[in-house]
């Protein structure tokens, strides 16, 4: 029987309640965090707390818990609950409000953990042969908080469906391109790595992707729609789609309209990464996700 964890209980997961007057439903404020296992350890899982917790703050939500604490409680529920790969979720809402309205410090934290499908198949075909994206008018609330709203990303993604495109693309008004609905971006431009800086989710897959280009040939850059033109290659990063090669925009092909060779070799570099839990203690340690 699956377990869950709701402030500070471990329960029945079919039993996790969560108040209707609760501020994270009547008005959807909340935060989350999401990452997911490899052979069973869950991936950067403290850089993973400390944007939750960053998020967290932002929204004046007391999680009511610590970093530790929570650390351990997810570890728990990934024995209790014994999957060979496991999605896990961390949300805070904001409680219930005397006005219905404003959060008080009793907020509502709790954690899931779900299967993982393990089938890479999907994945290993996107890297091969590259998505397509849809660009979509939409500057998020708080780019940098990993909020519950989600609506403009649905909107988007339905947009995007019907034009069979893989995921949509956030753009400015004067074409500023931002991240996808779930995803952050990179483009190789007149041989060098960039990617946006500003209005954007920093993705924990991101900084680890960062950490592969070598120094000089990455910058962190305010990017438009014009400057596909000279693009070469581009790929996305995110917990799930790990490094997914980018082949067009709308009506913008990427380079040759396939993935190309750096974007390749960082893909064989994660693939490697992946495989060394050492590594991401270590890299979590030296070099913890905190520059938000």
């Given at each position: 029987?699956?377990?869950?964890?709701i402030?500070?209980?471990?329960?029945?997961?079919?039993?996790?309640?969560?108040?209707?007057?609760d501020?994270?439903?009547l008005?959807g404020?909340?935060?989350?965090?999401?990452?997911r296992?490899y052979g069973?350890?869950?991936?950067?899982?403290?850089?993973?707390?400390?944007?939750f917790?960053?998020?967290?703050?932002k929204?004046?939500?007391?999680?009511?818990?610590?970093l530790?604490?929570?650390?351990s409680?997810?570890?728990?529920?990934?024995?209790?609950?014994?999957?060979e790969?496991?999605?896990?979720?961390m949300?805070?809402?904001?409680?219930?409000?005397?006005?219905?309205?404003v959060?008080t410090d009793e907020?509502?934290?709790?954690?899931?953990v779900?299967?993982f499908?393990?089938?890479?198949?999907?994945?290993e075909?996107?890297?091969?042969?590259?998505?397509f994206l849809?660009?979509f008018?939409?500057?998020?609330?708080?780019?940098?908080?990993?909020?519950?709203?989600?609506?403009?990303?649905?909107?988007?993604l339905?947009?995007a469906?019907?034009?069979?495109a893989?995921?949509?693309?956030?753009c400015?008004?004067?074409?500023?391109i931002?991240?996808?609905?779930?995803?952050?971006?990179?483009?190789?431009i007149?041989?060098?790595w960039?990617?946006?800086?500003?209005?954007i989710?920093?993705?924990?897959t991101?900084?680890?992707?960062?950490s592969?280009?070598?120094?000089?040939?990455?910058?962190?850059?305010?990017?438009?729609l014009?400057?596909l033109e000279?693009?070469?290659?581009a790929?996305?990063?995110?917990?799930t789609k790990?490094?997914?090669?980018?082949?067009?925009?709308?009506?913008q092909?990427?380079?040759?309209?396939?993935?190309?060779?750096?974007?390749?070799?960082?893909?064989k570099?994660?693939?490697?990464?992946?495989?060394?839990?050492?590594?991401?203690?270590?890299?979590?340690?030296?070099?913890?996700?905190?520059s938000?």
């Amino acid at each position: 029987m699956s377990q869950a964890w709701i402030n500070g209980e471990f329960i029945d997961d079919k039993k996790l309640n969560i108040s209707a007057r609760d501020v994270g439903i009547l008005r959807g404020y909340g935060v989350f965090d999401f990452l997911r296992t490899y052979g069973g350890e869950p991936f950067h899982l403290k850089d993973h707390l400390r944007r939750f917790f960053f998020s967290a703050e932002k929204l004046r939500l007391n999680i009511g818990y610590t970093l530790e604490e929570l650390n351990s409680a997810i570890r728990e529920l990934l024995k209790r609950n014994g999957y060979e790969e496991s999605a896990i979720r961390m949300v805070c809402l904001g409680g219930e409000s005397p006005s219905s309205m404003v959060p008080t410090d009793e907020n509502t934290t709790y954690l899931i953990v779900e299967p993982f499908s393990a089938d890479r198949s999907g994945l290993e075909q996107n890297q091969q042969k590259g998505v397509f994206l849809a660009g979509f008018p939409h500057l998020r609330y708080r780019a940098e908080v990993k909020t519950n709203n989600y609506i403009p990303a649905m909107d988007a993604l339905h947009e995007a469906e019907q034009k069979g495109a893989f995921d949509a693309l956030y753009c400015g008004k004067n074409g500023e391109i931002y991240e996808t609905t779930r995803a952050n971006v990179f483009f190789r431009i007149d041989g060098k790595w960039l990617t946006p800086k500003s209005d954007i989710l920093i993705g924990i897959t991101r900084s680890i992707v960062m950490s592969f280009i070598p120094e000089g040939e990455l910058m962190e850059a305010d990017l438009t729609l014009a400057d596909l033109e000279r693009a070469d290659e581009a790929f996305l990063t995110s917990s799930t789609k790990e490094i997914t090669p980018i082949v067009r925009i709308d009506d913008q092909l990427i380079g040759s309209g396939k993935p190309g060779p750096e974007t390749a070799e960082l893909i064989k570099r994660f693939n490697r990464y992946r495989e060394e839990p050492a590594l991401w203690a270590k890299r979590e340690e030296e070099h913890p996700y905190g520059s938000f």
